[in-house]
């Protein structure tokens, strides 16, 4: 039983252009979305996150939108440079209760 | 650099052999996590430390395995007896606990255990 799917195992996108990886959730109580960024032999590392009271969040070139009616959560890269090539969790939470994560999108950026 | 580390980076082990794994966490963090992973999965919860309280389990952390922190610094995860359903990469993160009560977690580079 998956509360965090994202459907897309891998995306190419080429250099230049918007990279959208899409995540699901189906526990209504997670009211916290986090996006982490995954490097070969590295562990995670935080990119961006946005509440449930919000729906959207901007950093730079990384948007993440949330649509709570959908359990649907997206994040947006524009424009995608090759160092974005990762593989990308998404994971949420319900407050005082600990993260779960989505298998991943491994996102590859053509030059 | 000051962010989380583990020790080892790799391990391999026969079955039924035991193994210990190391992490150290950002110094001003009070907040321990373990996580497991596995091919084509995202990190999976195993257990969490607030200073030198082990506060949550999960269920996937059979009796074979046990987590300190004894001094609310380092923790270590031994795994006893290993089977080879135990190879996985196995991620060690810390965090602050935060007034509003979410946190983002920081991750050290994983162990990468396989049992032969």
């Known amino acids: 039983d998956q509360q965090v799917k994202q459907n897309s195992p891998s995306l190419s996108v080429q250099e230049g252009r918007i990279s959208i990886l899409n995540c699901d959730y189906t526990n209504s109580m997670f009211d916290y979305f986090l996006w982490y960024k995954k490097y070969p032999a590295e562990g995670p590392t935080f990119l961006i996150s946005i509440s449930s009271i919000k729906d959207k969040n901007e950093d730079g070139r990384f948007t993440v939108f949330l649509n709570k009616s959908a359990k649907h959560l997206s994040l947006h890269i524009v424009p995608s440079q090759p160092g974005d090539s990762a593989v990308y969790f998404c994971a949420a939470n319900r407050y005082g209760q600990n993260f779960v994560f989505g298998p991943g999108t491994r996102l590859s950026v053509l030059p | 650099d000051t962010g989380v580390s583990q020790d080892p980076r790799h391990k391999i082990t026969k079955r039924g052999q035991n193994v210990t794994f190391r992490c150290d966490p950002i110094?001003?963090?009070?907040?321990l996590y373990w996580y497991r992973q596995t091919l084509g999965q995202g990190p999976e919860f195993l257990t969490y430390?607030?200073?030198?309280?082990?506060?949550?389990k999960s269920r996937l952390l059979s009796d074979r395995f046990s987590a300190e922190r004894p001094k609310g610094s380092f923790s270590t995860l031994e795994i006893q007896r290993t089977e080879q359903g135990d190879s996985a990469m196995y991620l060690c993160a810390s965090s602050k606990k935060l007034a509003g009560g979410h946190n983002e977690q920081f991750f050290g580079p994983g162990t990468r255990l396989t049992v032969l």
């Open positions: 110094s001003e963090h009070n907040r």
């Open positions: 430390f607030q200073n030198e309280a082990q506060l949550e």
